[in-house]
């Protein structure tokens, strides 16, 4: 299985443990609301933790993929509230298979409000905010 595989069944399956596996320690994550990269396994896990309970609801599905080496970029619909969000996971992967550096994007501006609120509420709650 590949890693965007990996990934897509992590998502699928609503199985946060294979992070462990598909995150590189020295991974780098770029949030689409906090402007500095934000290193390591740990604060990446977080992160995508807590993306995962915001943005992955019943209308989170990957639209449209581009793969190439070791590079995907997925593009992503959900909806939160009443508002349509859109963006794109844009995520490099080393030799191994495993994720180095996650950068997501979003929009509209109304989007990546909602997201800030949401992800900061859900961040304090586990413990890290931004």
């Given at each position: 299985m590949n890693p965007?595989?990996?990934?897509?069944?992590?998502?699928?399956?609503?199985d946060l443990s294979l992070?462990?596996?598909?995150?590189?320690?020295?991974?780098?994550?770029?949030?689409p609301v906090v402007w500095t990269p934000q290193?390591?396994?740990?604060?990446?896990?977080m992160y995508l933790?807590?993306?995962?309970y915001v943005l992955g609801g019943e209308h989170f599905k990957y639209a449209k993929e581009i793969i190439s080496g070791n590079e995907a970029c997925l593009e992503f619909n959900t909806k939160?509230?009443?508002?349509?969000?859109?963006?794109?996971?844009?995520?490099?992967?080393?030799?191994?298979?495993?994720i180095t550096e996650f950068k997501?994007?979003?929009r509209p501006l109304?989007?990546?409000n909602i997201l800030k609120d949401k992800m900061f509420e859900l961040?304090?709650?586990m413990g890290k905010s931004k």
């Open positions: 965007v595989q990996k990934w897509h069944k992590a998502i699928h399956d609503r992070l462990d596996e598909l995150l590189a320690d020295d991974v780098v994550f770029h949030s290193e390591g396994k740990a604060l990446t896990t933790t807590a993306a995962f939160i509230d009443d508002t349509i969000i859109n963006g794109v996971d844009i995520i490099t992967f080393n030799e191994e298979g495993q997501v994007m979003v109304r989007a990546i961040m304090q709650m």
